[in-house]
């Protein structure tokens, strides 16, 4: 059974880059649509970036467009997600989820229903 375990968060300064890594024990990260979601305190739940499953295609919400980048590697079972010149507003608890039969878009901008979420980990960016 897929398990997803996120890891990379924690505090950055503004301006600043953190990596979060969304990796699968079981080695089955290939068959899915992976999105990082995030939700900041007091907000709903917002689709960040989203990648397909074999063709690399992917999907950005605008505030993140040109900062963010989403990246995996089938082999190894793992998705990450580069952030850079990292802004307060990015500050939530960030989410991986890995759900079949969706394209990035519509994962991202969707309520994935049927995905498969890991337990989340916490980025804070503040001077």
């Known amino acids: 059974q897929l398990r997803l375990v996120e890891s990379g968060g924690g505090l950055a300064q503004p301006g600043g880059s953190l990596t979060l890594s969304c990796d699968d024990s079981?080695?089955?990260?290939?068959?899915?649509?992976i999105g990082w979601f995030r939700r900041a305190p007091g907000k709903e739940r917002e689709g960040v970036s989203c990648?397909?499953?074999?063709?690399?295609?992917?999907f950005y919400t605008d505030s993140v467009k040109g900062r963010f980048s989403i990246s995996r590697d089938n082999a190894k079972s793992i998705v990450h997600l580069q952030m850079n010149n990292l802004k307060p507003e990015d500050t939530a608890n960030y989410y991986c989820?890995?759900?079949?039969?969706?394209?990035?878009?519509?994962?991202?901008?969707?309520?994935?229903?049927?995905?498969?979420w890991g337990q989340g980990v916490k980025v804070d960016v503040s001077a």
């Open positions: 989820a890995a759900e079949r039969f969706t394209t990035p878009q519509a994962m991202c901008t969707g309520d994935p229903a049927f995905a498969t």
């Open positions: 990648i397909s499953r074999e063709d690399g295609s992917t």
């Open positions: 079981t080695f089955t990260l290939g068959y899915y649509t």
